[in-house]
């Protein structure tokens, strides 16, 4: 039977888990603000302990995280990408500070969003890489979803149809990855351009494009890399069944004319309706969602990108090895270096009047909730133990419980790390001073 907590707490039953879910929150147990996931928590009989679920459209029920456990993992995972790519950008990502032009570093600072209570960091580096990095992609991913919203309600109010269109190519073990993606990008361009391009085809058929929005995504499964194409189409005088019947053999006659194998007439283009581009669309930014490309679950045997560092990290998955996890992922990084995570059509954000096209870097370094309070500032000789220990992700945990009743309280636990995490004169060099500092605060 499924339980909220409000009722545990009223009958006298309340968990561990449900307290700890409460203090991190600063809610009444049970309250679920307007932008909360419908979290219902079923006990496990075994342990005594709760576990979040969600309801599905189908009625079936889903184990979800909680916002802290899933920042917690990704705080995790980019640990494991520090010690696999330790020369990249990545590495140095959320753990030096950044450069002021004309006032040196920047202090690290935690600052609170007032409309949704969550805390992060400022002052420090920030890669942009969606490919790598488990932080920057959740924000990066999640300021892309927004747009997509915004374009799909701009579409659909200038009676636009949307598609949603898959594009992929056989692929073996043994496939370069490098060479695949290169001969896919060909193959796209083969059929994007000349007089028998997939536009000019529509038109004939008197069917117009208005543009489109493309996405690259790789997974690994028992056939090696799987790369493939998302395309968010939107076209007027058309249905979905037309788009596949002009694509598929497009699609197949640009993938030969480059030398890549012919895409099978089943699986090699699939479009879908624009309830599937809306989905995609609405759910792009969410954890373990099918469109969030880095967190996608694949249905069939496979594992995604981050699935490979959570592989290294656990080292509890039988087909993936951590070696062989790290190995893939670093293929894959390299591969993927300094590639696009969305392309938008030329003039498509003009005519659905969207705002200029920011970078991946800026999307990741800006602040969405400009009224943020500053609520603390971390020393940076504090911040070095931090990072040693990985309790980056514990010190936002503790600031959104603390926020409402004032800093001293995160200033205890913060300065209690230091002193019991901090290096000794006993042949490892000085101990290092300092202790937190605030400024202002609720």
């Known amino acids: 039977m499924i339980e909220t907590l409000e009722k545990r707490k009223a009958e006298g039953r309340e968990t ?13 147990l049970g309250i679920v603000t ?71 570093l920047a202090p690290i ?10 805390a992060f960091y400022t002052g420090l580096m920030a890669c942009g890489s969606i490919w790598n ?27 636009w149809q949307a598609h949603f269109v898959t594009l992929t190519v056989p692929h073996g073990i043994g496939d370069d990855l490098k060479q695949i993606k290169l001969l896919q990008q060909k193959a796209l361009s083969r059929m994007s351009s000349g007089k028998n391009s997939i536009k000019s085809q529509l038109l004939r058929n008197g069917i117009t494009q208005h543009g489109y929005v493309r996405a690259y995504e790789i ?43 012919k895409p099978s007439d089943k699986h090699g283009c699939t479009v879908q309706d624009g309830s599937e581009a809306a989905v995609y669309a609405s759910k792009w930014g969410i954890e373990d969602e099918m469109t969030k490309a880095n967190q996608k679950q694949s249905k069939r045997k496979g594992i995604t990108p981050w699935g490979l560092l959570r592989a290294v990290l656990d080292e509890n998955n ?17 591969c993927m270096k ?14 659905l009047a969207l705002a200029p096209e920011l970078t991946d870097e800026q999307l990741a370094e800006k602040i969405t909730d400009e009224d943020a309070i500053h609520f603390a500032t971390i020393p940076f000789e504090q911040w070095k133990i931090f990072s040693k220990i990985k309790i980056q992700a514990n010190i936002l945990t503790i600031a959104e419980a603390a926020h409402k009743t004032g800093a001293n309280y995160f ?32």
Request: aromatic share 8%; net charge positive.
């Open 133 to 159: 990095c488990p932080i920057c992609a959740a924000k990066v991913s999640e300021r892309r979803r927004t747009e997509l919203q915004d374009a799909m309600s701009a579409a659909e109010r200038l009676g």
């Open 411 to 442: 200033y205890e636990i913060l300065n209690g790390y230091f002193e019991r995490n901090k290096p000794t004169d006993n042949g490892k060099g000085p101990p290092m001073g300092g202790k937190a500092s605030g400024v202002g605060g609720r």
């Open 219 to 261: 997974t690994h499964g028992q056939n090696g890399f799987h790369p493939h194409f998302h395309i968010i189409l939107f076209t007027s005088g058309c249905s979905s069944a037309q788009i596949q019947r002009l694509y598929a053999p497009a699609w197949q006659k640009a993938c030969i004319s480059v030398g890549l194998p």
């Open 109 to 118: 600072q935690v600052h609170v969003t007032c409309e949704h209570q969550k």
């Open 338 to 351: 300094g590639a696009r995570q969305l392309h938008w059509s030329v003039g498509l954000r003009n005519a």
């Open 34 to 104: 307007k932008n909360s996931s419908p979290y219902q928590f079923v006990p496990f009989t075994d342990t005594g302990e709760a576990v979040p679920i969600e309801q599905q459209r189908d009625g079936s029920l889903r184990l979800v995280k909680l916002p802290e456990q899933a920042r917690a993992e990704r705080w995790a995972l980019k640990s494991v990408v520090n010690k696999l790519l330790p020369k990249s950008r990545t590495a140095k990502c959320m753990v030096y500070r950044q450069p002021m032009a004309g006032y040196g």
């Open 318 to 334: 039988p087909e993936y090895p951590p070696e062989y996890a790290a190995k893939l992922f670093q293929v894959y990084s390299a």
């Open 16 to 28: 561990g888990t449900d307290r700890r879910s409460a203090a991190v929150t600063g809610s009444p």
